[in-house]
């Protein structure tokens, strides 16, 4: 009897325990999907900003995924006004609540910024470290960026950032020559058709890895393929970033990318411990080399974090450089008294020899006017992100502690009071003596970022552009071929949907 009632007491005490854990783990749930949204909520429209009424527990996501699908493209015509093909969500919103408005990507809120005042004011008192990325993107993009320059914070920021900005020196770019002698020989074989979007992303890919980590296209390309693969999956419109427990609605894709993720590190973790030995030779030119040069210091990356900057400098170091230069490309396929206006001046500053010295560089001025036009009218950096780390303050509204940011570079390079009324207008020129190139406000030209944070790549990029653009010019004129479909795209980067198939004819 006493045995029988002590089985029963047991039994409801483990009856209690389960119950009070389903409970807790329930309690938990309900409060991070749904009381900490909902308070934030609150404290956004408190502070004045409105947007789009979300839904839960999807946001404004099935209003993106609507507006996106009334985006058009056109085989035919070609304008530079693409904010509403690119973003068209954002360009609708903005027309009903202003430049500065809230809307939501799942459970999470996101202060959509396209006002450069604004982001002047927003960001006068906080340093590079003391800027936040959205944790939900963190999450989301690691097999991508891991915790490399792009996503770290704080003082672990300031160490990576201290280590790899003395890595940027003038560069190796022989494989630019290597890229167009193929298509000499494409040209030459009665293929004038080039689809320059794949052909560029493969050769800046080919420099990065030879420029950066010292090794052949063979290896590097296995990584750039599967980075690529990763992005792919990860920009696949049907996914619901943000929500909670999103991933496991799109389990196939959170499987494959991680998966990807993890083939990338192990490629990686090879190539680091190859140079790890050489490095004992004495051998540490490159990007790679100095990064783990400095291995006993105790500023030094660890093999995880070199493996997670590896990715990123695969990543960021290749494809916006490549679609600064397709676009420049379609814009001069277009325009090409721009070509030859370029031309000229390639043959001023460098005569009939080759570009070998980085110093003739400078001397490409209107080359400089053209690349800042085309990161104007395309950024390859559609947008730039934040994540508040303390209450800021901006006038008379405060944007509460743990707020995700989303600055709308493409708008900000569109925007008529910004720039006058032939914003949408290819004219290298308003670079000539202006390196806002005429904007009225100096936050309203933003490809690189601002502040702290802005690209270490920078310098780099406008070397790689200057010498393949030099080499393109100087060897093809090029025209726009018929097969090419006007849609630039949101893949992350800002690209071109259907490739950038031009006409290449021998000079
Ligand atoms: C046209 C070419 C490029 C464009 C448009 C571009 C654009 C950007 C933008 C918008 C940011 C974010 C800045 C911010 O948050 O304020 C960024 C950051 C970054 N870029 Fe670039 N980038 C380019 C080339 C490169 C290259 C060639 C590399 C490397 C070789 C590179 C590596 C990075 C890294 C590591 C960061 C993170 C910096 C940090 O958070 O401290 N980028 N870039």
Not at 103 to 116: K, M, Q, R, S, V
Not at 402 to 421: C, F, R
Not at 462 to 489: D, G, Q, V
Request: hydrophobic fraction near 40%; glycine fraction near 8%.
């Amino acid at each position: 009897m006493e045995a029988s009632l002590q089985l029963v007491m047991n039994s409801m005490s483990l009856g209690i325990l389960c119950a009070s854990i389903v409970f807790i783990l329930v309690g938990k749930l309900v409060f991070s999907c749904w009381i900490i949204p909902f308070l934030g909520y609150r404290k956004l429209k408190r502070n004045g900003f409105s947007g789009p009424k979300p839904s839960f527990p999807f946001g404004n996501l099935n209003d993106i995924k609507l507006l996106s699908s009334f985006s058009s493209s056109s085989p035919l015509s070609i304008s530079n006004n693409i904010h509403s093909t690119a973003f068209p969500y954002f360009a609708v919103w903005q027309k009903l609540y202003g430049k500065v408005m809230v809307y939501w990507l799942g459970t999470e809120a996101f202060l959509y910024i396209a006002d450069p005042q604004f982001v002047k004011e927003m960001s006068a008192d906080i340093k590079g470290k003391g800027w936040g990325k959205p944790n939900v993107f963190k999450q989301d993009r690691e097999p991508m960026f891991g915790s490399g320059l792009v996503m770290v914070e704080g003082d672990d920021w300031v160490r990576h950032r201290h280590v790899i900005t003395p890595a940027f020196s003038p560069a190796n770019l022989k494989s630019a020559t290597d890229m167009l002698d193929r298509w000499g020989s494409l040209v030459s074989s009665g293929q004038p058709e080039i689809d320059v979007e794949r052909e560029i992303i493969r050769t800046a890919g080919e420099i990065i890895a030879k420029t950066s980590f010292g090794i052949s296209y063979g290896n590097g390309r296995k990584v750039l393929e599967k980075l690529r693969d990763v992005q792919i999956t990860l920009f696949k419109t049907n996914r619901y970033v943000g929500v909670p427990f999103g991933k496991y609605l799109n389990l196939k894709e959170t499987l494959e990318a991680k998966a990807l993720g993890e083939e990338i590190d192990a490629l990686l973790h090879e190539i680091i411990a190859e140079r790890r030995t050489k490095i004992r030779g004495g051998e540490a030119k490159d990007l790679l080399g100095m990064l783990m040069a400095d291995d006993k210091n105790k500023r030094a990356l660890t093999t995880k974090e070199l493996v997670d900057e590896c990715k990123t400098f695969f990543f960021g170091g290749h494809e916006t450089t490549a679609l600064s230069l397709t676009w420049t490309l379609l814009l001069l396929a277009i325009h090409p008294t721009w070509q030859e206006e370029l031309r000229e001046e390639i043959k001023l500053v460098v005569g009939d020899g080759e570009l070998r010295d980085v110093a003739m560089l400078a001397g490409l001025k209107k080359m400089g006017w053209v690349m800042n036009e085309v990161l104007r009218l395309y950024p390859p950096a559609p947008n730039v992100q934040r994540q508040a780390r303390q209450d800021i303050r901006v006038g008379k509204v405060v944007i509460p502690n743990g707020t995700n940011m989303w600055i709308d570079v493409v708008s900000m390079h569109h925007d008529e009071k910004l720039w006058g009324k032939d914003v949408h207008e290819f004219k290298p020129e308003r670079f000539e003596d202006n390196i806002y190139g005429g904007c009225n406000h100096k936050m309203g030209f933003l490809p690189f970022g601002f502040g702290g944070r802005m690209c270490v790549g920078r310098n780099l990029t406008a070397m790689e552009y200057k010498i393949m653009l030099t080499l393109i010019l100087t060897r093809f004129s090029f025209s726009l071929s018929p097969n090419y479909c006007h849609e630039p795209s949101h893949m992350l980067s800002l690209r071109p949907k259907h490739g950038m198939p031009l006409i290449f004819k021998p000079l």
